[in-house]
């Protein structure tokens, strides 16, 4: 995948969007286009995927990357070469 196809990838499915995982709600939103945390909780809220205070909110690293035979975004702690920034809250 070209790093112009990652990106394109990377603004779909990062737009503020929220998943359960292990029985606690995660919220994704791309730091790119959404670069203040302030910013990122806005987005969310606009979305009515905000309804309570977030428990915790991180900048990670997502990475297009093979994982058992299947790619998918990897989140890292800190910046790499091919990875977008992701504003990750825990509500």
Same mark, same amino acid.
């Given at each position: 995948m070209t790093n112009m196809d990652s990106l394109q990838?990377?603004?779909?499915?990062?737009e503020p969007h929220c998943l359960e995982r292990d029985g606690q709600?995660?919220?994704?939103v791309s730091a790119l286009e959404y670069p203040l945390e302030n910013d990122a909780l806005d987005a969310l809220g +606009? +979305?009515?995927?905000?309804? +309570?205070p977030p428990q915790k909110i991180s900048l990670?690293?997502?990475q297009w990357s093979e994982?058992?035979?299947? +790619?998918?975004?990897i989140l890292h702690p800190s910046e790499r070469s091919g990875a977008y920034p992701v504003w990750?809250?825990?509500v």
């Open positions: 990838q990377f603004m779909r499915y990062f709600r995660v919220c994704y +606009e +979305e009515g995927l905000l309804q +309570e990670k690293y997502a994982v058992d035979q299947k +790619e998918r975004w990750v809250i825990t």
